[in-house]
Structure formats: C-alpha cells, structure tokens
T-cell receptor, first 113, second 112 residues
Framework: GAGVSQSPSNKVTEKGKDVELRCDPI?????LYWYRQRLGQGLEFLIY????????KSGLPSDRFSAERTGESVSTLTIQRTQQEDSAVYLC???????????FGDGTRLSIL | GESVGLHLPTLSVQEGDNSIINCAYS??????FIWYKQESGKGPQFIID?????DKRQGQRVTVLLNKTVKHLSLQIAATQPGDSAVYFC???????????FGKGTRLSVIA
C-alpha cells in the first residue's frame, strides 16, 4: 500500500515474553520514528532513524527496548521481558526528511497479561 | 514539549460552531509547525502545516494561526461537524536534523 504499514495490528502476550513489532515505511522516506501512546494520552517519542542509523535513542524507556532498521526500509521495535506497563499502542511514522511532515501507521496495540 | 504521562484536555463544541484549539511551543527557534488529527483506533493524520515566515494559512475549513512573539499556535475549524471529533496534536521543529516535537494533544468533542 501507499501508507505506513505496521504489524501485527494487535498483540497479546504474557508478561516476561519478548515481542517484536514491525514497521514498513512509505517507500523513499529516509526518516522513521517510533512512538508509544498509552490509553487516553499523548505521543511519547521513543526513537528515530535517519537512514539506518539512530541519532536519538533518548526516548527508549529502558534497556529492554531496542530498535533496528535495515536497508533504509523496514524497522523492528523489540521489547524484551515484557511488563504490564508496556501495554500501549506503538505507533510508527516516516517522512522524507527529519524536518518534514510525518506520516503515521495505525499502530500496534500491545497488551501484556 | 513532550506529551508524556498526562491526560488530555477536552474541548466541547456545538455542531456548527467554530472550534479553536490552542498550542504553546517552547522553542523560539522553531520554524516549522504542523497539526495532526487522531481518530479513535487510528494513527495521527496530517491536517495543515505552516512555516515561520507566515502567520496564517488556510485549508479546507481549517485555519492555522502562528504568533511567534508569544510562541503560540492555534487551529481553527469552521462549522464543526461530528466527524471532527478526535484528538488534535500540534508539533514543531527547527531547521536542521531534528524531528518534530509533539504537544500534549487536545480532545475535541462535538455535541450534535
């Protein structure tokens, strides 16, 4: 499709398990972003990529969170040893450049039991 | 600034009235500003943007006003409709290799 695609759309897992969230950006977009959004709240910046490198990892909540991007395309956000506090919607966005409008996917709704 | 750990303020308007959603930004060097609309279960969608060399920009039923003196941004929606009910986020950035910084968001509720 033409937009940002995220998978899975929903993920339910047990506390302590690892999860991997995927983002396929719009073709040609060099910048890619991850956000977390808890229920009824705003956007919490996690990390962004310019190409395959991540200049700013300051938003990652803990060392259980990591992200990578390959081929200036798909990105994965990995959460290890999930906790109930990790339950949220994880949104991905991409843009032509860092100082350009971001286009968002519809997110992955993560529920930790 | 960042929008972490806060519940969203709510604006309720009557259908057909005009809505004004306000946003304050903190970085006086910001030169690019943007508004997003987020409907339930969806990702934020681009509405309108404005650069710092302008103080007003109009779209279809929406107008963005920028006051750089007091670092204030507003979104005006004319003849508000039920479909406008959503959460609205402002964001800003400055030239260079820095991403958008999102505001805390405002929930707009349209009363039919």
């Amino acid at each position: 499709g033409a937009g940002v695609s995220q998978s899975p759309s929903n993920k339910v897992t047990e506390k302590g398990k690892d999860v991997e969230l995927r983002c396929d950006p719009i073709s040609g977009h060099t910048a890619l972003y991850w956000y977390r959004q808890r229920l009824g709240q705003g956007l919490e910046f996690l990390i962004y990529f310019q190409g395959n490198s991540a200049p700013d990892k300051s938003g990652l909540p803990s060392d259980r969170f990591s992200a990578e991007r390959t081929g200036e395309s798909v990105s994965t956000l990995t959460i290890q040893r999930t906790q109930q506090e990790d339950s949220a919607v994880y949104l991905c966005a991409s843009s032509f450049g860092v100082n350009q409008p971001q286009h968002f996917g519809d997110g992955t709704r993560l529920s930790i039991l | 600034g960042e929008s972490v750990g806060l519940h969203l303020p709510t604006l309720s308007v009557q259908e057909g009235d005009n809505s004004i959603i306000n946003c304050a930004y903190s970085n006086s060097a910001s030169d690019y500003f943007i508004w997003y609309k987020q409907e339930s279960g969806k990702g934020p969608q681009f509405i309108i943007d404005i650069r710092s060399n302008m103080d007003k920009r109009q779209g279809q039923r929406v107008t963005v006003l920028l006051n750089k003196t007091v670092k204030h941004l507003s979104l005006q929606i004319a003849a508000t409709q039920p479909g406008d009910s959503a959460v609205y986020f402002c964001a800003d950035s400055y030239s260079g290799n820095t991403p958008l910084v999102f505001g805390k968001g405002t929930r707009l509720s349209v009363i039919a």
